[in-house]
């Protein structure tokens, strides 16, 4: 440590304690996570997971059924593990945004500088920053010195921000614009700095950003239709339920059955609501694609966001590093004939081994791909950095030689009036209305600094690269139906070019400044833009929820801390871990993109429609077997009072979670042909009114394809044991063949039975491992099935070709040429 004299001397150690004492240490407050209970509570919330519940209870403690009241309660425990494991990685972001705070400030206290723990930071205290430091709190500049930073992480821009004393400051200013604050996580770049602190922990720029994180993340669209579903069901056992109440109690009354087969009757009818399988086939198929996506650099932190990605309409894609490299480059220059441009360009240049003002590390790399050297007489005499006010640097070296560069009208403004300064002056025109930030360089035999009558060199044009893949990647976002917006706070022109260069339409171009108004107008404006540029987080959060609040499935990403409010809140959080990527950006979003382009987000757009695709051919073929129970279990009330129910609750959990779950798995690994991104996002979603109404039908068909066959059974005479073994039977034949019909688009066997290996292993062996455990006794007695008469296999399997045939001729009379289910 030491003493400054002459200097703001700072706070002393009594007032840091009071302040410490009303603000807190510098450090952004850690929320408290659910606790496994109320995770736990929330998946015993659903309907369906009640009535398993219920189910299980009443099998357990009523009918005294241990074997199956065990194997329900079995079942609810395995799909609430799966529910809760499933938010285990919530509330990660507000941790990692603590990353961001430096280990250790240089702080002014009492006149002494010294170096304390971020955390001891506190309003009111002097801190010193210098080039490579992290900024610990936001502070108002007293003092700046060719000061810049580089703010990208909260405010997207590709360029550092210029930063000088008595600047702008204040909310009312818009965060890029605020020349005169510090920010905390903000790094600097060049030059130096004293500032007075204003804010810390939870009060600043980063720590507003963690108050929009807090909370849990939106549901996915995959996680609101399968909510939907569930309502659904349950509103369905619930009515079939009660007219089960009404029918039985009437037959108990007038001695027709006994109370405890009634109360049988209605646990098998909740057992058949509950699509027992459905989680665990869902999981599995989404686990099987994450670790596809994953060999493509697409890794997935919340499974539901496959689904998701697959449904999106709109991906409010952010600029730098996604578009762009994030990194500036040299693309264009005018030299004056004889001029040595490039290598002015390293005599009036800061940065060193790679570090330095991103435009200085670019001027750099241009001029050596250039092959320009410095001499061994290029040394440094005298230097004027970078200056806000006077937009130049200034450098003379052994010579003696003064090299300028800065803004074109300043430097040409220095130079003495002819041709090559007006040529010159008319190609700084050209290069800006191509987007680029255009640099003058001129020189002069001086040591004077402020001389005018400077010789002109040329000028440079540098931009934020575009990203080779990136014009393909939007190409094939507007051929899948997918609208891409640029996100972006840097300014309106340069955002334009980026946009129109990649094949974005960029009209209109909405900035911060024109989002004033209404909040109607507003969001009118938001939910139109083609290019949103000079935004904020709040703005990026705001565009998120316009555009969901309009039916848009929202894809956003950002690699940045000002992304990750709108990454936390999309429908798809997408993360582009690249070399700029945050730890907040990455722990905010469902998905992180290891090499940060929009074409591996396309193709896990790509692969989202194609498990799409697959889920809803699984919520399909389950729920149409689910119905198709349900109509059974009633139609035994009705039709057949000797026998009461036709399915045991053994019967409808082997059914459901052993012979369902197999083929349902096969259609979760299923490869739709074509092109997945040809596969459009339903309309209404997958349980769409279309889609429930496909599956009425299929399930209506099923359900008396087995009524047909139990009621023949019947006729012949055959025992209880015997009919319902044939329901079984000709349920699972039925439901085997029907795998094929949801997954088709038109017809059912338009690609072929065989297409498809793993569906076709899956219906050969649940088909076989449901004859096996038919004609073994031992097996069969474990599930209540005995041998049927040969006139059951054939019922069975004449089942089974009966259900692709109807339901395409259901689908043929309904006009419907295509669809998901």
């Given at each position: 440590m030491h003493t400054d004299a002459g200097v703001t001397p700072g706070l002393d150690e009594a007032e840091v304690a009071q302040s410490l004492n009303k603000h807190g240490p510098n450090e952004l407050p850690q929320p408290d996570p659910p606790t496994l209970l109320a995770r736990a509570g929330r998946q015993l919330a659903d309907p369906p997971s009640i009535l398993l519940l219920i189910a299980g209870l009443v099998t357990l403690l009523?009918?005294?059924?241990?074997?199956?009241?065990?194997?329900?309660?079995?079942?609810?425990?395995?799909?609430?593990?799966?529910?809760?494991?499933?938010?285990?990685?919530?509330?990660?972001?507000?941790?990692a945004l603590r990353s961001l705070t430096t280990p250790l400030a240089k702080v002014r206290r009492g006149g002494v500088t010294r170096r304390v723990p971020a955390t001891e930071i506190v309003p009111g205290d002097v801190i010193e920053v210098a080039a490579g430091d992290r900024v610990a709190a936001d502070a108002c500049l007293?003092?700046?010195?060719?000061?810049?930073?580089?703010?990208?992480?909260?405010?997207?821009?590709?360029?550092?921000?210029?930063?000088?004393?008595?600047?702008?400051?204040?909310?009312?200013?818009?965060?890029?614009?605020?020349?005169?604050?510090?920010?905390?996580?903000?790094?600097?770049?060049?030059?130096?700095?004293?500032?007075?602190?204003?804010?810390?922990?939870?009060?600043?720029?980063?720590?507003?950003?963690?108050?929009a994180l807090r909370g849990r993340s939106p549901k996915g669209p995959l996680e609101i239709d399968l909510a939907q579903a569930s309502r659904r069901m349950g509103l369905l056992a619930l009515a079939a339920g009660a007219a089960m109440v009404v029918m039985g109690l009437t037959r108990v009354g007038r001695g027709e059955a006994a109370l405890p087969d009634i109360v049988l009757a209605g646990v098998a009818l909740a057992i058949a609501a509950v699509p027992e399988s459905l989680a665990a086939a869902v999981t599995t198929a989404l686990a099987l694609g994450s670790q596809r996506m994953a060999k493509r650099g697409v890794i997935v932190r919340r499974l539901s966001a496959i689904e998701a990605l697959g449904a999106t309409t709109v991906i409010a894609s952010d600029k730098t590093g996604t578009l762009t490299t994030g990194r500036l480059a040299v693309v264009d220059q005018v030299t004056v004939p004889g001029a040595d441009l490039w290598r002015a360009a390293l005599r009036c240049n800061d940065a060193r081994d790679g570090l330095g003002d991103a435009v200085d590390i670019a001027l750099q790399a241009a001029a050596r791909e250039n092959g320009a050297r410095l001499a061994n007489g290029d040394v440094r005499l005298a230097t004027?950095?970078?200056?806000?006010?006077?937009?130049?640097?200034?450098?003379?070296?052994?010579?003696?030689?003064?090299?300028?560069?800065?803004?074109?009208?300043?430097?040409?403004?220095?130079?003495?009036?002819?041709?090559?300064?007006?040529?010159?002056?008319?190609?700084?025109?050209?290069?800006?209305?191509?987007?680029?930030?255009?640099?003058?360089f001129a020189e002069a035999d001086t040591t004077d600094l402020d001389v005018d009558g400077l010789r002109p060199l040329g000028l440079v044009g540098l931009r934020d690269e575009v990203r080779p893949s990136a014009r393909q990647a939007v190409a094939d976002c507007r051929a899948a139906g997918i609208r891409v917006v640029m996100v972006t706070g840097d300014h309106g022109d340069t955002a334009r070019a980026v946009a129109e260069e990649v094949g974005i339409v960029p009209d209109p171009v909405v900035t911060g400044a024109c989002l004033d108004g209404d909040g109607t107008g507003r969001a009118a404006r938001l939910r139109r833009a083609g290019v949103l540029a000079r935004v904020d987080p709040a703005t990026k959060l705001e565009l998120v929820r316009v555009l969901r609040e309009g039916g848009e499935v929202v894809t956003m990403t950002g690699d940045g801390v000002n992304d990750a409010p709108a990454l936390r809140h999309a429908d798809v959080g997408v993360a582009m871990a690249g070399d700029e990527g945050?730890?907040?950006?990455?722990?905010?979003?469902?998905?992180?993109?290891?090499?940060?382009?929009?074409?591996?987000?396309?193709?896990?757009?790509?692969?989202?429609?194609?498990?799409?695709?697959?889920?809803?051919?699984?919520?399909?073929?389950?729920?149409?077997?689910?119905?198709?129970?349900?109509?059974?279990?009633?139609?035994?009330?009705?039709?057949?009072?000797?026998?009461?129910?036709?399915?045991?609750?053994?019967?409808?959990?082997?059914?459901?979670?052993?012979?369902?779950?197999?083929?349902?798995?096969?259609?979760?690994?299923?490869?739709?042909?074509?092109?997945?991104?040809?596969?459009?996002?339903?309309?209404?979603?997958?349980?769409?009114?279309?889609?429930?109404?496909?599956?009425a039908v299929r399930s209506l068909i099923v359900?008396?394809?087995?009524?047909?066959?139990?009621?023949?059974?019947?006729?012949?005479?055959?025992?209880?044991?015997?009919?319902?073994?044939q329901a079984v039977l000709t349920l699972v034949f039925a439901r085997l063949t029907l795998a094929y019909v949801v997954r088709a688009h038109r017809w059912t066997f338009e690609r072929g039975w065989w297409h498809g290996r793993a569906l076709l292993i899956a219906v050969v062996s649940t088909g076989l491992l449901q004859t096996l455990v038919t004609l073994v006794p031992p097996l069969g007695a474990a599930l209540a099935l005995v041998p049927p008469p040969s006139a059951g296999w054939a019922m069975a399997l004449t089942a089974a070709l009966l259900t692709p045939l109807l339901c395409d001729l259901a689908r043929t009379l309904d006009g419907k040429r295509r669809g998901d289910l």
């Open positions: 009523v009918l005294a059924e241990i074997p199956e009241g065990v194997a329900i309660l079995a079942i609810l425990l395995v799909n609430v593990v799966i529910g809760v494991s499933q938010e285990t990685k919530a509330d990660r972001a507000v941790r007293i003092e700046a010195t060719s000061l810049a930073v580089d703010e990208a992480v909260l405010t997207g821009e590709s360029q550092s921000a210029a930063k000088r004393a008595g600047g702008a400051t204040g909310s009312g200013v818009p965060l890029g614009d605020r020349d005169g604050e510090l920010f905390s996580g903000t790094l600097v770049v060049r030059g130096s700095g004293t500032a007075v602190v204003e804010r810390t922990g939870a009060a600043t720029e980063t720590g507003r950003i963690a108050g004027r950095p970078f200056d806000a006010d006077t937009r130049s640097m200034a450098v003379v070296t052994t010579g003696p030689l003064l090299t300028v560069k800065g803004a074109p009208e300043v430097v040409l403004a220095r130079c003495t009036d002819d041709e090559r300064v007006r040529h010159l002056a008319g190609e700084v025109e050209t290069l800006a209305r191509r987007g680029l930030r255009v640099l003058a945050t730890d907040v950006a990455r722990e905010a979003a469902a998905v992180v993109v290891t090499n940060g382009e929009l074409g591996t987000v396309v193709t896990g757009v790509r692969e989202g429609r194609r498990l799409r695709h697959n889920v809803s051919s699984m919520i399909g073929y389950l729920l149409t077997g689910n119905l198709a129970e349900i109509l059974l279990v009633l139609t035994g009330l009705v039709l057949w009072p000797d026998l009461i129910i036709p399915l045991l609750p053994v019967h409808l959990l082997w059914i459901n979670l052993v012979l369902d779950g197999i083929p349902a798995i096969a259609l979760g690994v299923d490869k739709p042909s074509g092109d997945p991104l040809a596969l459009r996002p339903p309309r209404g979603g997958l349980l769409s009114r279309a889609v429930l109404g496909r599956v359900g008396l394809l087995v009524i047909a066959a139990v009621e023949a059974a019947r006729r012949m005479g055959w025992s209880d044991e015997q009919v319902r073994t």
